[in-house]
């Protein structure tokens, strides 16, 4: 049973900072490309982050510079540190997982910034 779970979202004031966690089972961890997405109300789910089984990363614009993701495979964990946060970065954070044609999701965690 692959299961992925997302932790670490809470609400924090612009400016301030966050790490995401996103532990995985059931899956061989290292040979999947692990992602971020975030859905923020009333629009759709959008790309923030990735990196590659290899350790390449990607970000999406709005984010560069602010946000880094990485992964532990020892520790079968993909992080998210999310800096200088701003009130447009609100959204329910979810984390993927992929290797060709295969894709599994978390839950999702909830990202609030505001003052």
């Known amino acids: 049973q692959v299961q992925l779970v997302e932790s670490g979202g809470e609400l924090v004031q612009p400016g301030g900072s966050l790490r995401l966690s996103c532990a995985a089972s059931?899956?061989?961890?290292?040979?999947?490309?692990m992602g971020w997405y975030r859905q923020a109300p009333g629009k759709q789910r959008e790309l923030v982050a990735t990196?590659?089984?290899?350790?390449?990363?990607n970000y999406v614009d709005s984010i560069k510079g602010r946000f880094t993701i990485s992964r532990d495979n020892a520790k079968n964990t993909v992080y998210l540190q999310m800096n200088s946060l701003k009130p447009e970065d609100t959204a329910v954070y979810y984390c993927?997982?992929?290797?060709?044609?295969?894709?599994?999701w978390g839950q999702g965690t909830q990202v609030t910034v505001s003052s």
């Open positions: 059931g899956i061989s961890f290292s040979i999947y490309n």
């Open positions: 990196i590659t089984s290899g350790g390449s990363t």
């Open positions: 993927n997982a992929n290797v060709g044609p295969i894709h599994y």
